[in-house]
């Protein structure tokens, strides 16, 4: 079971953590990843951590967002938001080989949460 929680709004250049809180199984052994859909857009990637902790990232996060785990949970920190980053944002677990930013590859999901970044 994955289930996200921390979207909300937020202001241009500001932040927001996201949170997905996983059972054992996915945090320890899954390729874990965080995804995004806006209102009249595929769903992509934006970051990926394997069970060793590697992250990958779009290059449209890099620099300002980091996905890191503590404790069971996934986060995604959010900094130097743009209006861009609007979305509902999504967990996601799938098998380790070949983790990465690929959608196909994740088979859990959650059920998502809102961010709303205004300019």
């Known amino acids: 079971r994955l289930e996200e929680s921390g979207g909300g709004s937020a202001q241009a250049g500001g932040s927001l953590r996201l949170s997905c809180a996983a059972s054992?199984?996915?945090?320890?052994?899954?390729?874990m990843g965080w995804f995004r859909q806006a209102p009249g857009k595929e769903r992509e990637g934006v970051a990926s951590s394997d069970s060793d902790d590697r992250p990958t990232y779009a290059d449209s996060v890099k620099g300002r967002f980091a996905i890191f785990k503590d404790n069971g949970t996934l986060y995604l920190q959010m900094n130097e938001m743009k209006p861009e980053d609007t979305a509902m944002y999504y967990c996601?677990?799938?098998?380790?080989?070949?983790?990465?930013?690929?959608?196909?590859?994740?088979?859990?999901w959650g059920r998502g949460t809102q961010v709303t970044v205004s300019s």
């Open positions: 054992g199984q996915y945090y320890n052994d899954y390729c």
């Open positions: 996601a677990a799938g098998p380790e080989v070949g983790c990465g930013l690929g959608v196909p590859l994740y088979t859990y």
